[in-house]
């Protein structure tokens, strides 16, 4: 099992630009996560899903959107890329609500 | 408003001694509590978890103490090694009705660095 996949490692986005980061789970987990962190911070929850179809807000949505096509895949979407957006995102699956999470190896998005 | 408060940003240890990493919460909705370790350029990975209906809960080198009184939780890892060195963040569980599922709410984190 590869367990939760990212992609890309690094981007370098301009203002405004707009991009999708990748997230895949191959442990048939329900749930999916996506989380951010910021230098000398803990993970903070941007959205969330409980299944295909079903996604849900966190704790800091805003510029930010997802969606649950299959259970595998949890892309998440920014629009209008801001410099406050600059942080490293990780994504993460459980197979239940109050399960341990699995975390992918990070995203690292510079906002210029 | 932090709900979850890990107040030392980094420790430092002599290898073979014990590490002891501190965590405090102010949420009484919280009911289970988790540590997780993260490398460098990695993601944090599960090390060990406990119910709040718990005080104790142990794994090999590591042990969680729960105090619900005290809101407060600490890792223990004896004897410390070299690998253990990482970032240890707390972070603790509550289920959230607005949103319909349980929420993890993380520390900022303790860099841990064990010496040889």
């Known amino acids: 099992n590869a367990g939760v996949t990212q992609t890309p490692k690094f981007r370098i986005l301009k203002i405004g630009q707009s991009m999708t980061l990748q997230c895949a789970q191959d442990?048939?987990?329900?749930?999916m996560y996506w989380y951010r962190q910021d230098p000398g911070m803990g993970l903070k929850l941007i959205y969330y899903?409980?299944?295909?179809?079903?996604?849900d807000k966190g704790e800091v949505p805003n510029g930010y959107n997802v969606s649950r096509s299959t259970t595998e895949d949890f892309p998440l979407r920014l629009e209008l890329a801001a410099p406050s957006q600059t942080s490293v995102y990780f994504c993460?699956?459980?197979?239940?609500?109050?399960?341990?999470?699995?975390f992918g190896p990070g995203t690292r998005l510079l906002v210029l | 408003d932090q709900q979850v408060k890990q107040n030392s940003p980094s420790l430092s240890v002599q290898e073979g001694r014990i590490s002891i990493l501190n965590c405090d919460y102010t949420?009484?909705?919280?009911?289970?509590f988790l540590w997780y370790k993260k490398y460098p350029a990695e993601g944090p990975t599960f090390l060990i978890s406990?119910?709040?209906?718990?005080d104790k809960n142990e794994d090999g080198r590591f042990t969680v103490f729960l105090n619900k009184s005290a809101k407060h939780l600490s890792l223990h890892i004896v004897p410390s090694q070299p690998g253990d060195s990482a970032v240890y963040f707390c972070?603790?569980?509550?289920?959230?009705?607005?949103?319909?599922?349980?929420?993890?709410?993380f520390g900022k984190g303790t860099k841990l660095s064990v010496i040889p």
């Open positions: 993460a699956s459980s197979i239940g609500p109050e399960e341990t999470q699995y």
């Open positions: 972070a603790a569980s509550a289920y959230h009705s607005g949103a319909g599922s349980y929420q993890l709410t």
């Open positions: 899903s409980v299944g295909a179809g079903i996604t």
């Open positions: 406990i119910s709040s209906i718990k």
């Open positions: 949420n009484s909705m919280f009911d289970y």
């Open positions: 442990m048939n987990h329900n749930y």
